[in-house]
């Protein structure tokens, strides 16, 4: 479920804008003019494969490299002329943690508050206040090192907001954790995002941004290869369809004379009937079966998700009608 500030775009000011963004290491062009709109107070997933360039747009968004070309404004800053002020607006948390394990949890959130030049009271305030919002007051006093994974990362995700960010840059928030975990950090950027704070994540997980993004943009081969909403992505890319199955060869015969826009397959005796998986294709796919007196063993509605829109995306070689997922089997 996306944030309920649906960043969908005109209304919102942008909290992230990027324009033609490049970067490349050495003759490895990685970037290749990444143009980004994120609205604040939402939720903005960038996916791709491993290599595609996640983490460079993050490092160049919070000032740690900067970009060959382009342009970009962070929280109302511009890079290039006020990366203190953009430092000064973001939290980062990157895919290896800023955690020193040798000291307590707590010496790390004030550590943080000292960073950020909070009082020595107010840091005592802040500490204590985020420790309990993310669970870890209990274990405060003990060594980081001795945390599990899960809290290791709330904790990291604690220590960036000490300083109170109004963006906040997620490197692979929850690569590794078990899925429990993974519920938990959702809900956590799901109220950070409720709080008024914006958040770009880059994932490897598609359900993590079907579950969390208002928009996301599928990052391929330096560019951004789609951007829109979870849904919007979704009805991109073809696949849909009704799978039947027989086990009765007079039957399925009789379907392949009927349905001639089917695909089938002789072997496991079934055909597949492209549709949009609504009502009322459905309805009218049965209407026909039943008028000719057919009778499937099984039908399978199949409607594509974003694993089909990230394979047709960023593989050239699998057909954009190829896999997709059973959503509903019926009989
Ligand atoms: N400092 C660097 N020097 C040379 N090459 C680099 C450097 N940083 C990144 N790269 C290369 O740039 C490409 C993009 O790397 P990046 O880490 O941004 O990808 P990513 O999409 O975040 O990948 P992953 O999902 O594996 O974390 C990779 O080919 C990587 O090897």
Do not use: C
């Amino acid at each position: 479920m996306p944030t309920p500030n649906h960043g969908t775009g005109a209304a919102s000011p942008a909290a992230v804008s990027a324009a033609g963004l490049r970067k490349s290491f050495g003759d490895k062009h990685v970037l290749d003019g990444i143009d980004l709109r994120i609205p604040a107070g939402s939720v903005f997933a960038l996916l791709g494969p491993n290599g595609a360039g996640k983490t460079t747009v993050v490092k160049i968004l919070s000032t740690l490299i900067s970009a060959d070309g382009g342009q970009a404004q962070v929280a109302g800053h511009d890079l290039a002329t006020s990366p203190q002020g953009v430092r000064s607006a973001i939290g980062v948390t990157g895919q290896f943690s800023a955690v020193d394990g040798l000291i307590t949890g707590e010496e790390n959130m004030l550590l943080m508050a000292d960073l950020h030049h909070l009082s020595k009271a107010e840091g005592r305030r802040v500490t204590a206040d985020l420790l309990e919002r993310f669970d870890l007051a209990e274990a405060a006093a003990k060594p980081a090192s001795t945390y599990s994974g899960g809290m290791k990362r709330r904790l990291d995700i604690a220590m960036t907001l000490v300083g109170s960010p109004r963006v906040i840059f997620l490197d692979e928030p929850t690569t590794g954790l078990d899925p429990r975990s993974r519920h938990t950090m959702w809900q956590i950027i799901r109220e950070l995002v409720t709080g008024g704070v914006t958040v770009l994540l880059t994932t490897q997980y598609l359900e993590e941004a079907d579950q969390l993004a208002d928009r996301i943009a599928v990052l391929h081969n330096g560019r951004i290869a789609a951007e829109g909403t979870p849904d919007e992505l979704k009805r991109i890319i073809p696949g849909g369809h009704v799978q039947l199955r027989f086990t009765d060869p007079t039957a399925y015969r009789h379907a392949t004379a009927l349905l001639t826009d089917a695909t089938h397959d002789e072997d496991s005796l079934t055909l597949r009937v492209p549709g949009d998986g609504s009502q009322r294709s459905l309805r009218t796919l049965l209407d026909r079966l039943d008028t000719a007196g057919i009778e499937a063993t099984e039908l399978t509605v199949h409607t594509p998700d974003l694993d089909d829109v990230f394979f047709a995306l960023t593989d050239d070689t699998t057909p954009t009608t190829g896999t997709t997922t059973d959503k509903e089997t019926a009989r």
